[in-house]
């Protein structure tokens, strides 16, 4: 009777109890402790389960706040200050001065709260900054000058001149266009045996095409320089009442490619090979035609490899595209046997071909690396209160700053005194570096996806990021490379797909024109109308390698008129 109350989870009374046999009670108490021991081990699981979607949801709310900063937020990597914590940035040459400490653990020693360096004020124009910057440009002088007559009239006591008040004013004439219409000559013999001759005309660009190299030149500078796409160019060129289609347009990029700049490009990639040091990059994009039926937009991409210019190389920006690949094959067969350095972002392909060539030493990206910390970093509250993952990545980002700071002590210095500084004082700092991160990955539990992503870059990059310490040329970051993909990926946001595979090489070329021209402080308009120029006046693609040699945009022989006439700011 007693079991049955039990099974029917009716109360007993301490009477009832009392009167049970011993063996019953001993059955009740297992029962409950076992009961009890039950209960426990769900308690101790459902806290488990809270504690780990806490954790997941706080993750989920960075990486939510990281997406939400990367497409709304600022796209410097700048971030405001975070109150008691130093401004973390490493490109404002403000941040750091003289007086500043950098300690044993790699940080920077940060002033007392009320010791905090004003706000930057403004500096004032230096004068004369504005008859600088009107320099070089035609002047054309009005004169406002009363007339004797007049001055005797109002001066009846006399008068003599001043120094003139003078004051200047710009000018923007539109621009203008003018037909060139050519008249040959054509003759015939008199007589029987008639002959026909003409007169010679001059070299053109395109037969039976308007094109001429300022137009080219125009069409040029409008896509690549100013990231128009051809349906605005083509409307530009409506309202001056000129109609010339986006389609023409395209037909006459792609063909000056094909013509005339298939030698200039192989000339290119020579000198840029003869650099011992080249950066090298990568950007996806939109091509719309000549895809399979099923994929009808598909992404492709375009890489660019960058010559800084060290020992006494060129000043190079190559734009390639192979059929829009991405494998290593493109790099393999672009570098050939190229043997120097490469400097890359932690795409395995670029370490791929380094293990595989002992002739190349890849080199990794710091900023990079900074930047995987700097995106949690940003997502602190204005509050300052920061979650443990994001103590971690301000203070990785502390780290690099400081390794960043130390290495552009030296940044003008001899290559000695470069490498000198980066083995005594840069070294420790990146030695500490790497033994914070992995102490971090080895003695503490990450709740963070991105923090553990971040800090796992930094150990499997490692020998690639140390790879600046051996060498004087090897900068810290790619940015290089970076800053000129940007100028593919602000045009690719214009004219947001790219037609055809010609058209994709096409752009490659123009690119690295306008790149390399810039580059080489020259005027990229005017260059490209000197350019074409002067290679319609040869056979197509069969220009000699001596003529080609002295249009490079390094050739000392590139006439004053391409220089560029803009001023720094």
């Known amino acids: 009777m007693w079991y049955n109350k039990c099974m029917e989870s ?64 600022k796209k410097s990597e700048r971030f405001s200050q975070i109150p008691g914590q130093l401004t973390l940035n490493f490109d404002d040459p403000t941040m750091f001065n003289e007086v500043e400490v950098i300690t044993d653990n790699g940080l920077v020693d940060e002033p007392p709260m009320d010791e905090v360096a004003p706000e930057q004020i403004r500096r004032k124009r230096p004068k004369g900054k504005r008859a600088v910057d009107l320099s070089g440009i035609e002047v054309e002088v009005v ?19 001043l120094k003139d008040e003078v004051y200047k004013e710009l000018e923007r004439i539109p621009a203008s266009y003018k037909v060139i219409e050519h008249h040959i000559g054509v003759y015939a013999s008199n007589g029987d045996g008639s002959k026909i001759i003409r007169g010679e005309s001059p070299k053109r660009l395109l037969n039976h095409s308007i094109l001429t190299p300022s137009l080219a030149a125009s069409v040029f500078t409008a896509k690549y320089i100013n990231a128009l796409p051809l349906n605005r160019i083509s409307e530009a060129y409506g309202y001056d009442g000129i109609n010339i289609t986006r389609q023409v347009m395209a037909g006459w990029m792609i063909k000056l490619n094909d013509y005339y700049l298939k030698q200039y490009r192989e000339i290119m990639i020579e000198s840029l090979k003869e650099s011992p040091l080249i950066h090298c990059d990568e950007t996806p994009f939109i091509m719309s035609g000549e895809k399979d039926a099923t994929d009808p937009q598909s992404k492709d991409y375009m890489w660019v490899y960058h010559s800084p210019g060290t020992d006494n190389s060129k000043k190079i920006y190559l734009y390639d595209y192979d059929n829009g690949s991405r494998s290593t094959e493109v790099i393999k067969n672009f570098l050939g046997n190229y043997k120097g350095i490469i400097v890359s972002d932690g795409y395995v392909s670029y370490h791929t071909l380094g293990k595989a060539n002992d002739n190349l030493t890849v080199a990794g990206c710091w900023v990079h690396c900074k930047r995987k910390y700097a995106d949690i970093a940003k997502t602190i509250g204005k509050n300052g209160q920061a979650s443990p993952a994001q103590k971690v990545a301000l203070e990785a980002v502390q780290r690099i700053t400081a390794i960043f700071h130390s290495d552009n002590l030296c940044k003008e210095k001899t290559p000695q005194e470069i490498m000198d500084n980066r083995q005594q004082s840069v070294k420790p700092l990146v030695d500490a570096f790497f033994a914070w991160v992995k102490d971090i990955l080895d003695n503490k539990s990450i709740s963070s996806t991105n923090l553990k992503a971040a ?39 214009s004219w947001h797909i790219i037609d055809s595979k010609n058209g994709a090489r096409a752009s490659a070329m123009y690119y690295s024109i306008a790149e390399t021209a810039k580059a080489n402080d020259l005027n990229p308009f005017e260059y490209f109308k000197y350019l074409m120029d002067q290679l319609k006046e040869y056979p197509r693609n069969n220009v000699p ?7 490079m945009p390094w050739s000392e022989s590139i006439p004053d008129c391409c220089k560029q006439l803009k001023k720094d700011n």
């Open 10 to 73: 009716k109360a007993v009374s301490v009477e009832e109890l009392n009167k049970l046999p011993r063996e019953a009670i001993t059955i009740l108490y297992l029962q409950t402790f076992e009961m009890l021991q039950k209960m426990q081990e769900q308690n101790d699981s459902i806290l488990k389960q809270n504690t780990s979607l806490v954790s997941q949801v706080e993750d989920l709310k960075q990486q939510l706040a990281i997406l939400i900063n990367q497409r709304f937020g």
């Open 143 to 161: 004169n406002h000058y009363l007339s004797e007559e007049e001055l005797s009239e109002r001066m009846p006591g006399g008068w003599h001149s």
């Open 455 to 493: 800090l796992n870059y930094s150990v499997n990059q490692e020998k690639y990021l140390r790879a600046f310490l051996d060498n004087p040329i090897i900068p810290m970051s790619n940015n290089d490379a970076e800053r000129s993909i940007k100028k593919f990926c602000v045009g690719k946001h």
């Open 545 to 551: 390698k001596e003529k080609l040699l002295e249009l």
